[in-house]
């Protein structure tokens, strides 16, 4: 998996740090970029093409506000399957498991 990060982004560090415990459960390998610019991130798409990423995670709050709709855009070019940013692998990791989870123990609504 791709992890977009922008080294000027306060909150990186806290970011890295959930991205590499939810890719070590999830035995997933993963590859960190720096980005600041759309050029930085047309340069670091152009070169992961090669090496058929099947994932792109945004580790940075900076780049998904500023840069979003770039990163989508060129992920979607590149045929990358899957797109994440912030805490979403954090939640995947702490929501319980489909067979305890309450939606799936509740009956129909008594109306």
Aim: glycine share 2%.
């Amino acid at each position: 998996m791709l992890v977009l990060v922008d080294p000027d982004d306060p909150d990186v560090p806290q970011f890295k740090l959930e991205v590499q415990h939810a890719a070590s459960a999830l035995k997933i390998t993963t590859m960190e970029r720096r980005a600041r610019t759309q050029k930085d991130l047309e340069q670091i798409f152009d070169s992961v093409s090669r090496s058929n990423t099947d994932g792109v995670f945004i580790a940075s709050l900076s780049l998904r506000v500023k840069l979003h709709s770039v990163i989508i855009r060129l992920a979607t070019k590149q045929q990358v399957r899957r797109l994440a940013a912030g805490s979403y692998v954090d939640k995947i990791l702490k929501e319980p498991s489909p067979p305890t989870c309450p939606s799936r123990r509740m009956s129909a609504p008594n109306w």
